[in-house]
């Protein structure tokens, strides 16, 4: 009997979580992917700079640039769920019509900054670092030409 209680009293928990997972609020998601692609941007920034040389080149906050964003690379496309199409987002309804090449560009830009974790684990020379950084940011921007508003 206490057996059974525990297995009905788990199914019940388990059951109301699953709930929980499926109501995502809409806003809370558009906040959310926002705010990872400010995580973005606080990491691409300096290495953007550096690789067009706007700011002196430093392979240790280069690397420390590319491990962050690789590490949360594959972190904003959860947040684009149904209905988040509508509200404060600057997202194109592409991004719903056409969400096989959304999803295959989020694939690219995340091969992309694999290449370049990939770089500089190997201690490949500046110029390669460079070009593996210019690789991610032409991965954003092909995405925000057809995708962001
Ligand atoms: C696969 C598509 C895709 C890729 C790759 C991508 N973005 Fe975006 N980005 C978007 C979309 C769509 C939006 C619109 C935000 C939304 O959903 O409301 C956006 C918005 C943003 C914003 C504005 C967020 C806000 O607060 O409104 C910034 C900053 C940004 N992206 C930076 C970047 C940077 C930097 C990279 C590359 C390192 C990048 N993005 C890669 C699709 C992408």
Redesign the pocket.
Known sequence: MRVLSKAILAGTVLAMAMGAAQAVDPDDA?DY??GV??V??WN?GPMGAMASGDRPFDRDVLAMHAEQ?NRVADMPWQGYVDGSDLGN???LPA?WTNRAR?DQ??EE?QQATANLMTAVESGAGERELRGAVGA?GR??RT??DD??Q
Do not use: E, N, P, Y
């Open positions: 558009i992917r926002k692609f400010q973005f941007v691409m964003l987002t600057g997202a991004v959304f560009l989020a830009f991610v991965s954003c995405c925000h995708f962001r």
